[in-house]
């Protein structure tokens, strides 16, 4: 059985594959929560959410010296967390809820995927 060292980095690869839900979920998020009236919003989160899917998908299949390349994630779903304020779709609770708590999870499971792979990364190296 190999040690620690030797095994990939599977946590932090779930959580960048969670962002790819998470993404997916944020394309069809207007439609599910019934705000595609806001115009605004709903082509922000069609954008967001393919480009939160493009970048996990880009942070796996990468070189883990590469995982830094999820902090896009982040930025994005800080985004995510304030675009209905600057859309001005607050009068759509489902919009702001779903919104903030989406963008919120996404950065801090992109976070925890750049930071723990990174970690991970320079454990691995530091015992070679």
Known sequence: MANTAERPSV??????????????????????????????????????????????????VLSPTYRWSGLANVVLGLWLAVSPFVFGATASGAAVFGNIATGLIVAVLALGSVAGGWRNNHAMAGRA
């Not at 960048?16 to 806001?38: D, E, H, K, N, R």
């Open 11 to 60: 946590l932090w690869d779930l959580l960048a594959g969670a962002c790819i839900v998470l993404g997916a979920w944020t394309v069809a998020m207007p439609y599910a929560l019934q705000f595609w009236l806001y115009h605004g919003v709903r082509i922000n989160d069609v954008v967001c959410g393919f480009l939160i899917v493009g970048w996990a998908i880009t942070e796996l």
